[in-house]
C-alpha cells in the first residue's frame, strides 16, 4: 500500500503564488509515477501535471505550463506543486496521486490522498 497525504492549500490572491506538498509512504514506488489532479464543484477530476519518481521527467496539462512546477525530493518522499500566478479558475480540490504508468487519465492512478482545497480570489 501507499499512503499519500497532501498540504499546503489555501486562500491566495489572483497573480499569487502557493507550494502543495504531497508526502508519500508506504512500500517501494522508484517505479511508480505521481500526478497532481484536481476537482472543481461540479466538474470532473482533471490532469494538472506528473513526474516519473525515478526518473524526473515530467508533463503537464495545458493549462498549468507556464505557471506550475511539479517536482520530487526522494530524501524526503515528498512531491510538490509550485503554482504561481493564480487565477480564480485554479480553484478547486487538488489531489495527489500514484500508479505504474505515466498517465493523464485519473483512473489509471492506484493511489491517491484525500486531497486540499486551493481558492483564488479575484
Known amino acids: 500500500q501507499v499512503q499519500l497525504v497532501e498540504s499546503g492549500g489555501g486562500l491566495v490572491q489572483a497573480g499569487g503564488s502557493l507550494r502543495l506538498s504531497c508526502a508519500v509512504s508506504g512500500r517501494t514506488f522508484s517505479s511508480y509515477a505521481m500526478g497532481w489532479f484536481r476537482q472543481a464543484p461540479g466538474k470532473e477530476r482533471e490532469f494538472v501535471a506528473n513526474?516519473?519518481?525515478?526518473?524526473?521527467?515530467?508533463k503537464y496539462a495545458d493549462s498549468a505550463k507556464g505557471r506550475f512546477t511539479i517536482s520530487r525530493d526522494n530524501a524526503k518522499n515528498t512531491m510538490y506543486l509550485q503554482m504561481n500566478s493564480l487565477k480564480p479558475e485554479d480553484t478547486a480540490v487538488y489531489y495527489c496521486?500514484?500508479?505504474?504508468?505515466?498517465?493523464?487519465?485519473?483512473?489509471?492512478?492506484?493511489?491517491w490522498g484525500q486531497g486540499t482545497q486551493v481558492t483564488v480570489s479575484s
Open positions: 513526474i516519473r519518481w525515478s526518473l524526473g521527467s515530467t
Open positions: 496521486a500514484a500508479g505504474f504508468g505515466f498517465f493523464v487519465s485519473a483512473n489509471r492512478y492506484d493511489y
